[in-house]
């Protein structure tokens, strides 16, 4: 585990009073102090007022501004900057914009508009951080420091046609190796030379965001695009540390946002932090899914929340506010999964623009007297009563679920052989399945120890590159429970496929062969039968995708009932050294993947809680030999169940609690176990 | 009121001989003879005939056409022609063509086409009017000028761009006023001059119609584009003017066509006229609503009907005949809401282009002999017949509905609470509760003179100009009815929030505070109770919005039944002064509302009529001493009730009427009361 | 009819060995004699490997290709390779790609995108075809010059502009001609000289693929494309011709694809091939509909079926496999209608880009013991055992059925009555009324010979050119059944009115005036009452448009029995000469229709089957003495009916039938009748 960032809950947010008067500030950290606040994120989109043309810098307003959160003792997060370009800058260096998917070169506007290979750009940024970083380094209550925001998008400009093909020459040499690796011999496309490769948008290979004329080619484009940005981090970065060695950088992420591969940023970034906006209907198990992969990261660091609205959102198509109790349990729910802070985005709301119905902790009305306000205020005390009880807590999991943004991209580019197939989705499936019996899980990558962990899902593992195979067959052979399903070890790295049968490399280890893959249309389904006890009825449906399976080494758990597959496997079983690898052939409906889940957990006695209501939530972490749990109601009405946790004391109360647990509409539970 | 333009019900349309040989005119002529049409519209798209070339000018056709006319005493209505422009022009000067929101440069296409702020197209329309004015003016036979053609549309272009600039810097006059009034230094868009400045198009700050990162800026740019298309107009009628003092000009307006604000243009305009457009499935109070806002751009002058079709459209997805009956009944709506002309695009249906499926009174099939024909004939005869009974008759409605384009935009630019939220869908629901009542309605804007009403409602009066809250308050206190709804209140003129608490300025003349605007996902429902005597019942449902209401003067009328707000005020009444302020703090069920204005209606004793089949619709005209109430029924069944009218006059059948009134389906009434 | 090109049926299909080892081609090899496969269709998309650089050409590798072929004897179907553009020539002389309808410059990117009028295309293209022909001209295994692939698309370039503008001189002459056939007075779009011409793409006066602001032009502007498209075609045939006079040309051509007037292209091909792509839910009567307009294409002689999937698609949406039989029956439908040859797409499973989810004959796996191999394996045996019996064999139709571009353009370019309306829907209503009675059928173009049929068809006869009622008049006059539809007879060549009165040219024929469209909104219906015995019942439902038709000289068949025009005909017949000619005026539900086309057809004595079950299809070819019937069952289960066939012998089995045919699910009976 990396060293300890924090000693405390960072409570607090993002502020700007640079667009506000003065005599707003005091009141503003009367309120602050009242709501037990003790963090500030600023100079976040501040670069036009920080330097207000090519040659002029000034830094008063954010002196001022440090200066007035210091008299505070405010934890400060330094934002750079870089995420909104100033408006003279497009004006006069029309190389920082970016064209778009469809070829449109864009002007001055919105943010994250700035092309990651522009010189101008880099230029700029680059001369606005050493500043910064001169300036501020060493500041006692500078905390973190907060590179640009939100980094995302594309860009597919020329100049970064023209460093894509200095990428794809240093990550193939040759441009044969370019033609054998995105297969251009199909129809017809061999490159001659570098200067032959096209940005894929919608003007060269590229058709939409999950349809590529050439994957191998457009996977690529993502994986630049990606460290493209990536690059800016790192330059804006490796500027800081020449002046500061010591404090923490970090940019918020986004969940599962399709555009960067989270993995590889991380390991460039100190904290990993992210943005959690769940809309009025997003599934609870969602949310928690994000968590845990912002935790997985780093392989388990706890995180920051770095924004989260204290009720309202603005950009959602509806945007129900958050019920009394709501911003809390979800509070609790970003900490029960690894967070370490606790950050609202915003401090103080915006009079105008497009934000101004975001809702923040100091409303429009301008005072303490809000419900939004209550609520934030009575959770800062709260946490403040916490202090560092659950800093730099851990989670142990012992089942991990692989996530892989190569996957991510490659699945969703196939054509063929359905549309209904989404990445996120396919993953979810298999956490839901965990967390339906409220057992913590890690979120993997392909570089992770698998021998950590008892078992490991992955699902939809489409592409798998090299040394992969190699290493889940070493976890399974040394006794761990692997599960894959349908659209797996289809293709390698560049998007080709692995010949001679499906799946590939993963087929001695499952001991299958697929032959065929059917496509059911949308409320088409096939129907499953099993005699296999670990279910509990004999039928269930499936969806979307049927895998045509023979056996090799491996047994059938379940097979399709119906169609001219009758009979054949669906749901397969292998002994593999000492572990097991299974098959998931096609898309069953979630009970019946939930039994198959909760049978291997307990085959391999993993703690789950089994008959808690539907909208509570149990995880835990561990900090040297205390236990918490954390038994979230996350719904409107009281929740009554039995568990095992009596005689634990919840130290949000400091009482015991009996065997019956009752929680309150939105309770939560924190309860101690040593 | 305006001096009278005419001296009779105006009948006819569009005309376009030039497009047929010579002996189809006087076959046309006949016609129009026979079906009692006495006016023409002509010259409407005739540029590129008129002006062959650059230096070529020929008006020998319209000359001829004029000539015909005159020969039969048409009164006509003589078209500048500026609407779509010559092939030659786009080809040679193209700075005459748009560039779209996508950022495409257009080329000679379509019509509606030109950039407003185009140098050349201001020469060649400018010079091209010099030469219309100068030959035609004096005309006997000349009534009206009616300039370009349904002005429209945006352009994006750099010239426009460059306009933008000049016309910011004339309203705000210095850059720093300009970023407070844009809040630029959200997201770091501080402006450093007015070159600065990016159109709000897709490849700037704009999203798209109902959406913008920077409301303010976008909501200037439809000022701006509102404005500089106006500039137009007033170019053309300037230099009529020269030429011609007394023939008045107009041109024709769409409903509530949402690019331009038709309260300023009708400043310019000596009539106003519109195109009447109703699909199959309009709501019949949306055209009413329409009519009635027409007449309430010049404050309540009667205006002209330019176009109607006389049976189908062509352009709606599915374009049904028109009923035997319903262009007649459609055509006394037009008359009953203040029309005092009735003219149909067009009189003879073109044989090619993407109009050649539109009704005219002279089909495709030449002849007479034709329903569509017939029964234009016969409403001619019964016009004629009216003579100038209704001509400039007044409606004396005591009831004003708020309709403003600035809160048009800036309610839909905004990015959120809810999507679903569109501007005339929630003045409709105001205006219908009224129309269910049969109650005259004015449409005002701003500057109307408040105390001329007993009732003024404003729903979503989202932006409160400056001056606006002052005149509600005086129209309150000296014992108006004033009524508002959620979304009210909220921002100024530049889109930012008047901060200290919604609903802002109207605060105290309400006597509420609105903490939070709840936002419902489709097909949810809060529950409204409510004890007042005035509803019916004691349980509705609400929509869309639900604000959370507290009382500071005002009284609770209805409460929300539900949720976490549950006993809270969802509308409210408020003494002041003399008078009553109402707010309506969500989106309720219709009937409620129907209940709730029915209600303040009687309170100021205002007649209604209450037991009318759904279908007819009652509206009113005073002449002198005369008033004239339309009784029309706009469905295709016999309909029968009791009413008021017992012994007046029909004056279409010189028939006295019982107090029971029979209408057959599609039938008309035109009962007069001294 | 042509001479007899093939003395075997070719089964085979796209073979692209230059993207594996050499090694992997003796497999191929193995496995294509095992499965009886004798023809391959190679060096379709080679053009990159083929000319590596402006002045460079390699065609060692398809030296290979074809030696190893040939070693096999096997047939040869050689393409030119000119469907997609080497990167090379995209990046040096950039006119070789479109623009796109938008007015987007597309760069190197898919295929089918060269500029059909840019000069480098046609110079490289013509090169290449030079050196091929000349290189393999006399070749013993080249059976077919396969030129290009698929032809599809449009540009909408600079200068394609200028190619257009020659083109619609050449057609019209003079600009005021071209103004009157688009009838360019509308919206002053008056046209000086030819350079006023602009591109009818959404710049210019284009709108979408179904709407135009000028029919005439945007009909004329897809004219052009199809024309040069197809010049492209003509120069490559040419440059063949040059240095082979014998074997046969053709390009695979895709349905009713809409962009092509494919009855023109198929004079300018010496066989017709296409690729037939039935969905998992494509109606089996729309294939059937495919397969006979490619028949028709060049008036019933037989054509090749170049590609098909042997299993999976991949750019389907939902991408089911065929299940076990359905290949097969598939194929003999394709022979039963007129094809000479099964050629698959592909032979071998390409490892990446889009296409490698598309079911091959070797598919991934890379052996034989797969389902789908097996399967063609046993078709190839079927057929050889067949031999030559079926080649050449014609359908001798006594119905035809018209199918037109010009009317696919024009029709789905009217802006009215009703946006529902699509030709190929409105087509295939009549076609299903024959196919429900397994009548073979002609599709037809404007200079068939109509007297060769007994029954012509012609619903949606929407632009009538000229000479065209002529044709009807004396077909029908001469004892003729000729029935046409809604939406007939109302323009000419140029979109332009056939004015007088609707159906125009055909009045007189069919006895009737149209005198008003009525649009129906989805989900409304008129009734339809009748008394003629011809219908099993009195009432029917009808929708979408219905014409208001008033009696010249027919008779009513069927009456409206709703709305205003109650009791007005919808389908009449009227006696002209000594034929019948029929009008239905609306969209009746289908067993209406099938019921009225089944008077028809035992009016003229034509032979019907009538009671057999849904799925089951039969068709005919006849060759010298023999007919042959083939009874297919399209379902996945057993089918039983009782038939005239008894006696007759099955080709496949040698079992003579009984009266009661059966057929196991998928099964194909192919009977004999001398």
């Given at each position: 585990m990396r060293e300890q960032y924090f000693d405390k809950m960072l409570y607090g947010g993002d502020y700007n009073p640079e667009q506000w008067p003065k005599d707003i500030w005091e009141e503003d950290m009367r309120m602050f102090n009242e709501a037990h606040i003790n963090s500030a994120t600023i100079n976040v989109f501040s670069w036009a007022r920080l330097q207000p043309s090519e040659n002029e810098y000034d830094f008063s307003e954010l002196d001022a501004v440090i200066e007035r959160l210091a008299k505070e003792d405010m934890e400060i997060v330094l934002g750079t900057s870089t995420a909104a370009i100033p408006a003279w800058m497009c004006r006069k260096?029309?190389?920082?914009t970016r064209v778009d998917f469809e070829g449109r070169k864009h002007k001055f506007g919105h943010r994250h508009n700035h092309c990651p290979n522009s010189p101008s750009f880099k230029r700029f940024a680059s001369e606005l951080v050493h500043r910064l970083a001169q300036r501020y380094s060493g500041h006692p209550n500078l905390k973190i420091w907060h590179i640009s925001n939100e980094y995302s998008g594309e860009c597919y400009c020329e100049q970064c046609e023209k460093a894509f093909r200095v990428w794809v020459k240093d990550k193939y040499e040759t441009i044969e190796v370019v033609n054998e690796a995105w297969n251009m011999s199909f129809w017809g496309h061999t490159l001659y030379e570098f200067d032959d490769i096209v940005v894929p948008n919608y003007l060269g290979d590229g058709i939409h965001d999950t349809a590529a004329a050439f994957a191998g080619l457009s996977i690529d484009y993502r994986r630049f695009n990606s460290d493209s940005l990536l690059n800016n981090f790192k330059m804006e970065r490796d500027i800081i540390r020449l002046y500061d060695k010591e404090t923490p950088t970090t940019t918020n992420l986004m969940g599962t946002?399709?555009?960067?591969?989270y993995f590889k940023w991380a390991k460039e970034m100190d904290i990993v932090s992210w943005d959690n906006y769940p809309s009025y209907n997003t599934p609870l198990s969602h949310t928690a899914m994000n968590h845990d992969l912002m935790r997985g990261l780093k392989g388990g660091e706890s995180f920051m929340l770095m924004e989260q609205t204290p009720s309202q959102q603005n950009w959602q198509p509806y945007n129900a506010l958050k019920r009394p109790g709501k911003m809390r349990v979800q509070s609790y729910q970003s900490i029960a999964h690894g967070a370490d802070s606790i950050q609202f985005f915003q401090l103080r709301r915006s009079k105008g623009a497009v934000e101004k119905f975001h809702g923040a902790?100091?409303?429009?009305?301008?005072?303490?007297?809000?419900r939004v306000y209550r609520e934030v205020m009575e959770l800062g005390r709260e946490l403040k009563r916490l202090g560092d009880d659950l800093i730099g807590a851990e989670t142990k999991a012992r089942v991990g679920i692989l996530f892989d943004w190569d996957n991510y991209w490659a699945l969703e580019y196939t054509?063929?052989?359905?549309?209904?197939?989404?990445y996120v989705d396919q993953i979810q499936r298999y956490y839901d399945a965990c967390y339906s019996r409220h057992v913590d899980i890690d979120m993997l990558h392909m570089d992770s120890k698998f021998s950590k962990y008892d078992i490991v899902l992955a699902p939809v593992l489409y592409m798998v590159k090299e040394g992969v195979s190699e290493k889940i067959d070493a976890f399974v052979s040394q006794g761990g429970t692997f599960l894959t399903t349908y659209m797996s070890g289809i293709v390698d790295q560049s998007d080709n496929v692995h010949l001679?049968?499906?799946?590939?490399?993963l087929r001695e280890t499952l001991g299958i062969w697929v032959e065929e893959i059917d496509a059911l249309a949308p409320g088409t389904t096939n129907i499953l039968a099993t005699e296999a006890a670990?279910?509990?009825?004999g039928r269930y449906k499936c969806e979307m995708l049927c895998d045509l399976v023979h056996l090799e080494s491996a047994e059938m758990v379940v097979a399709y009932n119906s169609d001219f597959y009758k009979g054949m496997p669906a749901v397969t079983k292998n002994r593999f050294g000492s572990g097991e690898a299974w098959y998931v052939g096609t898309v069953p409906e979630q009970t019946m993947l939930n039994e198959l889940i909760a049978h291997i957990l307990t085959e391999k006695e993993i703690e789950t809680f089994d008959d808690v209501p539907e909208g509570v939530e149990i995880a835990s972490r561990v900090k040297g030999e205390k236990t918490f749990y954390f038994i979230m109601n996350h719904r409107n009405d009281v929740q009554q169940f039995h568990s095992s946790f009596k005689g634990c004391t919840d130290v949000l109360t400091n009482q015991k609690v009996s065997d019956k647990i009752q929680l309150e509409p939105f309770d939560v539970k924190l309860l101690v176990k040593k």
């Open positions: 260096f029309p190389d920082v946002y399709k555009g960067l591969d902790v100091i409303e429009h009305a301008g005072h303490s007297n809000t054509s063929g052989p359905s549309v209904a197939l989404r001679g049968g499906y799946p590939g490399p670990l279910f509990s009825q």
